[in-house]
């Protein structure tokens, strides 16, 4: 069975309000087995005109893994608490 990714590109509004996203998602994460390959860091374009600004990038051993983690209560949870303090931007993506 393929490895599944999630990619997300976040633009943060509300740095103070987008904590209690990051503690939320992070139990989310824990409690899913997503293995966090990419929680922000400096991004250097050299391709196109994309103009990432925080960009995470979470591995699961499956889609149906990245899928329930993604519907869990748990990122449910989190999902509310990001309400007005970020726009996201994500992907599901199948490994090989």
């Known amino acids: 069975m393929p490895s599944a990714y999630i990619l997300a590109n976040v633009t943060v509004t509300n740095p103070m309000q987008y904590e209690d996203y990051r503690k939320f998602s992070s139990l989310a994460m824990q409690a899913h087995g997503a293995e966090v390959c990419i929680r922000g860091g400096a991004v250097q374009v050299l391709e196109g005109d994309w103009t990432p600004e925080r960009v995470v990038l979470l591995k699961f051993p499956s889609r149906e893994?990245?899928?329930?983690?993604?519907?869990?209560?748990e990122y449910g949870r989190a999902r509310q608490a990001r309400e007005g303090a970020a726009v996201m931007r994500m992907v599901l993506i199948e490994g090989v």
């Open 65 to 73: 893994a990245a899928l329930a983690f993604y519907d869990s209560p």
